[in-house]
């Protein structure tokens, strides 16, 4: 039984570039053991093995395949012991280094479509486009926590963080330069913290190196 009321708790956790979902199973494991429920999913086509460059598509598939696991517990198979008791219209996300990039599209973060176009070249179709030109803000995640990856200007502009509305965790490590200071200063107006670990590398949020 959930030991909180109202259900389980849930958390999501979005990978990133060419690594998979148990790369946070220490800090999965952690986070169950206070009762929550963590799904770490992996990204098709940009896991640990995965060579070459990477298709546009993927752009569009990292938000999508947290909304889609959302959709999937949602409503989990009738045989297992969970169904019905996670709460998932009120559902946290973190993501670290490109997984901040799903982060910031799911909290609503707003395209700019001349830079989704800069990105895509000829190999996007309207359709694609309009993708991102909707956007995908998705309404059951309540708090976002992109680590050790920034908002990143190609995709949204300068005013792109100003549409989100959901509180926004961001670690960084000391050692690790993915420009925190001037994500910083575009996060103003946003309920924003910033927690930086002295001494802290790319991977800390992932393997725990310090």
């Known amino acids: 039984q959930p030991v909180h009321e109202g259900g389980f708790p849930l958390t999501i956790h979005s990978h990133g570039d060419r690594a998979y979902g148990g790369e946070i199973s220490n800090r999965a494991r952690h986070t169950t053991s206070h009762?929550?429920?963590?799904?770490?999913?992996?990204?098709?086509?940009?896991?640990?093995p995965d060579a070459g460059e990477t298709p546009?598509?993927?752009?569009?598939?990292?938000p999508l395949d947290i909304s889609a696991a959302l959709d999937f517990v949602a409503d989990l198979p009738a045989d297992n012991p969970l169904r019905g008791q996670i709460v998932t219209d009120r559902a946290t996300l973190t993501?670290?280094?490109?997984?901040?990039?799903?982060?910031?599209?799911l909290a609503g973060a707003t395209y700019v479509e001349e830079?989704?176009?800069a990105v895509c070249g000829d190999a996007c179709t309207e359709e694609e486009v309009a993708l991102f030109t909707a956007g995908f803000r998705d309404p059951r995640l309540v708090a976002v926590s992109p680590q050790a990856g920034t908002i990143r200007?190609?995709?949204f502009g300068d005013a792109g963080p100003?549409?989100?509305?959901?509180?926004?965790?961001?670690?960084?490590?000391s050692e690790d330069n993915v420009?925190?200071?001037a994500q910083w200063e575009r996060a103003e107006g946003?309920?924003?913290t910033w927690v930086e670990f002295e001494g802290g590398c790319h991977l800390s949020f992932t393997l725990g190196i310090l």
Request: net charge negative; aromatic share 18%.
């Open 95 to 105: 993501g670290h280094s490109r997984g901040a990039y799903t982060v910031w599209s």
């Open 162 to 173: 100003v549409s989100v509305d959901v509180p926004v965790f961001f670690m960084s490590g």
């Open 179 to 181: 420009g925190a200071d």
């Open 56 to 62: 546009f598509a993927h752009w569009y598939h990292r």
């Open 115 to 117: 830079g989704v176009r």
């Open 35 to 48: 009762g929550w429920v963590v799904v770490a999913v992996d990204h098709t086509g940009n896991l640990l």
């Open 190 to 192: 946003l309920d924003f």
């Open 153 to 155: 200007g190609q995709w």
